[in-house]
Structures are given as structure tokens and as C-alpha cells.
């Protein structure tokens, strides 16, 4: 070793698990930003969102997979085939558990999928809405399924539990050239960063009438000579009556669903925008395999 030299490690860590689990907002509370949607709908991470943290002279680069559920439709295969790849090209693997729910058989047949891959951790979540005495039995239980290093308690809503998680994650990576940027947060394309952003918001308002079938697509970003972003996205609904409730009465929940996007980006990127959302109906989107490549999945036929 050359004097003076530091060594770097870096690697892979697919965090994976049901839906609900509290995936994305573990992500987002690591990165003390928002990187992963997060809405009280099931299957709202569609993509495998990356993001770099640092700990010390170690890098942990975290892909946030899409819940595992029975895939039925083409966008649920892709979705599935997606988080399994993370896995297998994973230098660590986090299978985060809704401890509120206990071992389920979703869990079970997880954890069967997974049992062979090296580095295996779990996060037990919400482990502060369960008694203590009912945490340990959910521990030996998943130590006798499958060989894993760790199992951490943690409430990634509180960040209780998660900088411990961290450490010893960062002590199975791999000496290795720093793959990405130290500085760098995220590396979702920026477009689809923002077609997240306001996905997210038509799930808030709208959580109630209106069903999964639903994408959001940055069509394009322009820039005005004061810097402000021009940002032109497109809602893509499967039928008629879907367009009518995300663009509400006169226009209200669209209206509404707009400034508290433009709010987030704004917040999130400390730019001026200009948030112009226009809805469509295409009955056929997710059968379409281009609609799958912008958000980084696999059209499985």
C-alpha cells in the first residue's frame, strides 16, 4: 500500500421487501431528502431509484426496489423483474420488514427467494408501534430461515436505530473505487425525478377515486433567461372518467395537485418553476414498452 493512500470501498445495497414495508421513507430519511415517492398506496416505487450515502471512506450506493407482490399485469412483472436483478447484482442485501405485520407468508416466500445471496440484513420497521416481546419471536423466526448478519430494529419514520444500521452496513462493502461521486445524492435521471415528484402529489389528493393505472412523464424542461424552469408533464390516465377526477371540478385538484409539486421542486432543488401538467387519456400505456425504459424497468411480455 502506497503511504498516504486511503482506501475507498463501495457497493451495493438492494433494499427489497413487501409493499409498505416503509422502503422509501428509510431512503429518504438516509439521504435527509426526498429520493423515493412515498404515499400510503401500495406499489408506488415503480423504478430502482439509487442513492449514495457516505459513510467515512465507505460508500454505500442503496437501490430501492419496487415492493415484492403477485405480479398480474405487465407493469407489476416488470416491476417485480426489476427488484429482482437489484438483488442478484447486490453487494448487500437489506430486506426490510413492517414489524406492525409480523412474518407473513409474502415475508416467507422473500426470504426464500433471497436466502442464498451473501451479506443479508434486516430492518425490522415500526418496531416502536410493537411490543418488545413480541419483536423476538419475529427475530428467531427469520434466524431460522435464512443465515443473515444482522437484524436491526429501527423506526425509519423517528431514525431510531437507522445510523447503527448504516455503520455495519458499511463495513461488508467491498474495497473499491468510489462508483459514483462522493457529493453526488441521487442518480435518477432528472425528468423522472420530477414525474415522481408529481405522481407522488396525485396520490395524496386523489388517493380515494382513482386506481394504479396512472403514469406521469416529463415531456420536457426548458429554461428561461432568469433561470427559471419551464417544466412540461404529461398525466397519463387509462380512460375518460380517470381524467375527470384528476382535473377536478373547473380544474381544482389539478390546480391543486400542480402547486404542491412546484412547491416540492422548488423546495427540493432550490430553483424557480413553472409546473405545466396537462392530462391524457391513453387506454393502452402499459402495454407499451417505451413507457418502461424512462423509468429504468424491463417491458416483460
Same mark, same amino acid.
Given at each position: 500500500?502506497?503511504? &498516504?493512500?486511503?482506501?475507498?470501498?463501495? +457497493?451495493?445495497?438492494?433494499?427489497?421487501?413487501?409493499?409498505? *414495508?416503509?422502503?422509501?421513507?428509510?431512503?429518504?430519511?438516509?439521504?435527509?431528502?426526498? %429520493?423515493?415517492?412515498? $404515499?400510503?398506496?401500495?406499489?408506488?416505487?415503480?423504478?430502482?431509484? @439509487?442513492?449514495?450515502?457516505?459513510?467515512?471512506?465507505?460508500? !454505500?450506493?442503496? %437501490?430501492?426496489?419496487?415492493? %415484492?407482490?403477485?405480479?398480474?399485469?405487465? !407493469?407489476?412483472?416488470?416491476?417485480?423483474?426489476?427488484?429482482?436483478? *437489484?438483488?442478484?447484482?447486490?453487494?448487500?442485501?437489506?430486506?426490510?420488514?413492517?414489524?406492525?405485520?409480523?412474518?407473513?407468508?409474502?415475508?416467507? &416466500?422473500?426470504?426464500?427467494?433471497?436466502?442464498?445471496?451473501?451479506?443479508?440484513?434486516?430492518?425490522?420497521?415500526?418496531?416502536?408501534?410493537? @411490543?418488545?416481546?413480541?419483536?423476538?419471536?419475529?427475530?428467531?423466526?427469520?434466524?431460522?430461515? *435464512?443465515?443473515?448478519?444482522?437484524?436491526?430494529?429501527?423506526?425509519?419514520?423517528?431514525?431510531?436505530?437507522? &445510523?447503527?444500521?448504516?455503520? $455495519?452496513?458499511?463495513?461488508?462493502?467491498?474495497?473499491?473505487?468510489?462508483?459514483?461521486?462522493?457529493?453526488?445524492?441521487?442518480?435518477?435521471?432528472?425528468?423522472?425525478?420530477?414525474?415522481?415528484?408529481? @405522481?407522488?402529489? #396525485?396520490?395524496?389528493?386523489?388517493?380515494?377515486?382513482?386506481?394504479?393505472?396512472?403514469?406521469?412523464?416529463?415531456?420536457?424542461?426548458? #429554461?428561461?433567461?432568469? +433561470?427559471? !424552469?419551464?417544466?412540461?408533464?404529461?398525466?397519463?390516465?387509462?380512460?375518460?372518467?380517470?381524467?375527470?377526477?384528476?382535473?377536478?371540478?373547473?380544474?381544482?385538484?389539478?390546480?391543486?395537485?400542480?402547486?404542491?409539486?412546484?412547491?416540492?421542486?422548488?423546495?427540493? /432543488?432550490?430553483?424557480?418553476?413553472?409546473?405545466?401538467?396537462?392530462? @391524457?387519456?391513453?387506454?393502452? /400505456?402499459?402495454?407499451?414498452?417505451?413507457?418502461?425504459?424512462?423509468?429504468?424497468?424491463?417491458?416483460?411480455?
Amino acid at each position: 500500500m502506497v503511504f &498516504g493512500m486511503t482506501k475507498t470501498y463501495s +457497493g451495493f445495497i438492494a433494499i427489497i421487501g413487501p409493499t409498505n *414495508a416503509g422502503k422509501s421513507t428509510l431512503m429518504n430519511q438516509i439521504m435527509e431528502r426526498k %429520493v423515493s415517492i412515498v $404515499s400510503h398506496k401500495v406499489q408506488t416505487t415503480r423504478t430502482n431509484l @439509487r442513492a449514495v450515502k457516505m459513510v467515512g471512506n465507505r460508500q !454505500l450506493v442503496f %437501490v430501492d426496489t419496487p415492493g %415484492v407482490f403477485k405480479p398480474g399485469r405487465r !407493469l407489476d412483472r416488470a416491476m417485480v423483474g426489476a427488484a429482482m436483478d *437489484a438483488v442478484s447484482d447486490a453487494d448487500a442485501i437489506l430486506l426490510i420488514l413492517d414489524a406492525t405485520k409480523g412474518i407473513t407468508d409474502t415475508v416467507r &416466500g422473500l426470504v426464500e427467494k433471497i436466502r442464498n445471496q451473501k451479506n443479508l440484513f434486516v430492518a425490522l420497521n415500526k418496531t416502536d408501534a410493537v @411490543r418488545k416481546s413480541d419483536l423476538l419471536p419475529m427475530a428467531a423466526e427469520l434466524n431460522e430461515m *435464512a443465515n443473515f448478519n444482522q437484524i436491526f430494529m429501527i423506526s425509519a419514520m423517528k431514525n431510531d436505530g437507522v &445510523g447503527d444500521m448504516l455503520e $455495519s452496513l458499511a463495513n461488508v462493502m467491498p474495497e473499491s473505487p468510489y462508483l459514483f461521486e462522493p457529493h453526488d445524492a441521487t442518480d435518477v435521471p432528472d425528468n423522472l425525478y420530477l414525474a415522481e415528484l408529481t @405522481r407522488e402529489k #396525485v396520490y395524496r389528493y386523489i388517493h380515494q377515486e382513482l386506481p394504479y393505472h396512472i403514469n406521469v412523464v416529463t415531456e420536457r424542461v426548458d #429554461v428561461d433567461d432568469e +433561470g427559471v !424552469l419551464d417544466i412540461y408533464q404529461k398525466i397519463v390516465v387509462q380512460s375518460e372518467g380517470h381524467k375527470k377526477i384528476v382535473v377536478g371540478r373547473g380544474g381544482e385538484q389539478l390546480k391543486k395537485i400542480g402547486t404542491a409539486a412546484r412547491h416540492d421542486i422548488q423546495d427540493q /432543488w432550490g430553483v424557480n418553476a413553472r409546473l405545466h401538467l396537462f392530462v @391524457r387519456v391513453e387506454p393502452n /400505456w402499459e402495454n407499451v414498452a417505451e413507457n418502461y425504459a424512462d423509468q429504468g424497468l424491463e417491458f416483460k411480455s
